[in-house]
């Protein structure tokens, strides 16, 4: 019996040890795993931090290297004596004393060289060793046309005191880091103080110690323009055209956060300006950074790849492995094997099974949707309106997504809203006075006829005290000094700003568009349960937490917390932007003035729908385009291009994902009345009566319509309504199911 026993116990034994070896197998698998991905991420980390570190130490070196310089530089310029004689040029006496001031200058910073330029005599003078009357006479005059003194006119008609450059001095015809300081009396500009550093020594604090197996380091200025490299000094001014950090890596990442980095430059950076870095995806280079340096408006672009570390590093895992290995050997017949691994790691397991079911990815109404920013925008977006059922305004834009963005804003005024994309359009319907308007609301800058060219056909030629006295307010996304003045001047009654703010918005319609005889005041609160019930039900569109490119709590926040108005919008703005990027694909010096005009009008678009980055894109092309300054467009618009298409797939994915949440019922034709009734709408620019239409064709699914009520909603999207009106005449003639 002892023995059956034995035997018995022998073979539960020889059972559970394959279990054991699995789970020994599972464990050692998991460790490996984990080690790897722990190192992994410390390599990365540690990649990050070097990046960082060697841009921060280059950006340091750099000011510390003109710092001594520029402060003695700052002292000279504003020195009474050296003001005196730039202001007083032919006084001798004023001269000496000036000359005095420099030599003092000179013994303090050696082998410094001086370049002086008086502003008006156009006179320049320079000076290097020692100083003396005799030495300081000058050698040439300034010329705005010369392509030379381009540093003068730069550095006086600069916002900041001085700028820095590097460039050849045209006398010694030798390359050196320029600061050129502003020199004023208390009412003008007198001349400009310059102090040239050499390149060579700067080069070396710079990137003596970078590795070139594993860095390239820049000096970029405001513009992204390339001042030094790691590689090069003098030929990179002399034999090579003007070259852009973005033509060195074009990984989309770092275009990015570079964008991002020279349109937030407002004069010097501080100690507190905020540097870049990122990973990036090809295989040259890992990291990026990007470090401000500090009393300059340039910065330090470091790229980084940190192959050999990681080499180093790939053996840790087998070595941890081993370790583990030897550990689980030695215990794994012990319970506390059982206490301390196994049970844990069961328990972790099973914990993140739970909550991974549990997870919720989509916010949709028949979701249980935990409390957070966006449920409070769309519940709190209560803001105190008045009701103006009465009133009718046209909004005047050539970008379609901004007509459907400032229709979106005014429908919980309960106004009647009518768009046009043209100023001869709105010329046009003024003349007519078909509808009589309460407002206009007219762009500014548009191709053809712009809003100020309209506007004064409207005031001037149609001759009708309508026409006269029409309130006609600005819309512009080009915000300066003097706006509200141009505006005021040119007929205008006000403007407002793009993208549009709902407070300044609303001050306008309570000023222009208000009937205080007929206007009635009213709060709209969250609705009650009941009165929801007495409402039609809004459409049930599957909305996620994130939106990459877009600040989607800003954007609901602009629209009342209307998902319904802000999709319709996000959907304008794919149609519409997918037509003006194939424009600017090609791209010359003859089409640059299309360029800024079609630029402008994306960024418009792309920062009323809170997509800042893309919008700050846009920008920056359009201002380089109306410059002149090709060389940025070619070397931006292609990362542009880039931003662009790929924010429009996220918002085609999403809108997708939103259309199919619901089946339609089918039918067999749209409804002959209800295409009438958008022909009509369509004629007099109605865009309430126009949607109320394609809501009504679009509730079900046809078995022969030939693709009509999708082409309607394309080109309902872009305001394409004399097409509209065409193509509804043409089928008209076609027998269509009725009503």
Excluded at 331 to 339: A, P, S, V
Excluded at 346 to 364: A, V
Excluded at 552 to 572: A, H, P, Q, V
């Amino acid at each position: 019996m002892a023995i059956v026993g034995q035997e018995r116990q022998s073979k539960r034994v020889t059972q559970v040890h394959p279990v054991k070896n699995i789970i020994f197998v599972l464990v050692i698998v998991l460790m490996t795993t984990v080690s790897a991905a722990i190192i992994n991420r410390v390599n990365q980390d540690n990649g990050k931090e070097l990046a960082r570190a060697y841009s921060v130490e280059a950006a340091q070196a750099f000011y510390s290297f003109i710092s001594e310089d520029l402060t003695l530089v700052r002292k000279a310029s504003h020195s009474k004596a050296i003001t005196n004689w730039f202001a007083d040029e032919e006084n001798k006496a004023k001269k000496i004393l000036a000359l005095d001031e420099m030599m003092n200058y000179a013994e303090i910073v050696p082998n410094v060289h001086l370049y002086l330029a008086i502003h008006e005599s156009k006179n320049e003078y320079t000076t290097k060793g020692q100083i003396t009357m005799e030495n300081i006479v000058p050698f040439a005059q300034l010329d705005p046309d010369n392509i030379t003194d381009v540093w003068y006119y730069e550095c006086i008609e600069s916002e900041n005191d001085y700028v820095t450059n590097i460039d050849i001095e045209k006398h010694t015809n030798i390359m050196r880091l320029w600061i050129n300081h502003k020199v004023k009396t208390d009412k003008e500009i007198v001349g400009v103080f310059c102090s040239g550093l050499i390149i060579q020594d700067i080069h070396s604090k710079l990137f003596g110690k970078l590795d070139a197996r594993k860095f390239r380091g820049y000096v970029i200025n405001k513009e992204g323009i390339i001042q030094l490299d790691d590689k090069s000094i003098f030929g990179l001014y002399i034999d090579e055209p003007v070259r852009y950090i973005q033509k060195e890596n074009d990984n989309l990442a770092f275009n990015e956060a570079l964008f991002s980095h020279l349109n937030s430059i407002n004069g010097f950076f501080t100690d507190n300006s905020q540097s870049h870095v990122v990973r990036l995806s090809n295989r040259l280079y890992k990291y990026a950074a990007i470090e401000p340096i500090k009393s300059t408006d340039w910065s330090v672009v470091i790229f980084y790849n940190p192959t050999l570390l990681a080499g180093t590093l790939n053996f840790l895992p087998l070595v941890f492995v081993l370790l583990v290995v030897l550990f689980l050997y030695v215990i794994r017949g012990n319970t506390l094997t059982r206490k301390v691994i196994f049970s844990p790691m069961n328990r972790l397991i099973q914990n993140r099974l739970e909550k991974k079911t549990n997870t919720e990815t989509f916010y949709s109404k028949d979701k249980n949707i935990e409390e957070g920013k966006l449920l409070k925008i769309l519940r709190n977006s209560g803001m105190k309106r008045i009701n103006l059922p009465y009133a009718r305004v046209l909004v005047v834009d050539d970008v379609k997504t901004n007509l459907y963005v400032a229709k979106g804003m005014m429908k919980p005024y309960g106004m009647q809203v009518d768009c046009v994309t043209s100023g001869q359009e709105a010329v046009d319907a003024i003349r007519s006075e078909t509808v009589q308007y309460n407002a206009i609301f007219m762009d500014h800058m548009m191709p053809g006829m712009d809003g100020i060219e309209a506007t004064k056909i409207i005031r001037e030629e149609i001759g009708t005290e309508y026409a006269k006295t029409i309130p006609i307010i600005a819309l512009t996304a080009n915000v300066t000094a003097g706006n509200e003045e141009k505006f005021l001047e040119k007929g205008f009654q006000a403007f407002l700003s793009k993208p549009i703010e709902i407070e300044l918005l609303d001050s306008v319609i309570r000023q222009w568009v208000m009937d205080k005889t007929l206007e009635e005041e009213q709060s709209l609160p969250n609705p009650t349960d009941a009165e929801k019930a007495n409402q039609p039900e809004k459409t049930e569109w599957v909305f996620l937490k994130h939106i990459e490119g877009i600040d989607l709590e800003k954007g609901l926040e602009r629209f009342s917390g209307d998902i319904d108005i802000f999709m319709n919008i996000l959907r304008s703005y794919t149609a519409s932007t997918s037509t003006l990027i194939k424009a600017i694909k090609e791209l010359n010096q003859d089409n640059m003035s299309d360029y800024a005009i079609t630029v402008h009008g994306i960024k418009g678009s792309s920062k009323s729908i809170c997509a800042e980055l893309v919008g700050n894109m846009a920008e920056a092309l359009e201002k380089a385009a109306r410059r002149g300054d090709l060389d940025y467009v070619l070397a931006n618009n292609n990362a542009f291009v880039e931003a662009v298409e790929k924010l429009i797939g996220n918002l085609i994915n999403i809108l997708h994902k939103a259309g199919f949440e619901n089946q339609k019922p089918l039918k067999d034709k749209p409804d002959k009345y209800v295409l009438d009734r958008l022909q009509t709408a369509c004629k007099t620019y109605s865009m309430d009566e126009i949607d109320e239409a394609m809501e009504e064709l679009e509730k079900y699914e046809y078995k022969s319509d030939d693709g009509l009520v999708s082409w309607l909603r394309t080109n309902v999207n872009q305001v394409n309504f004399v097409q509209i009106c065409k193509k509804l005449s043409d089928l008209s003639m076609q027998p269509m199911e009725t009503k």
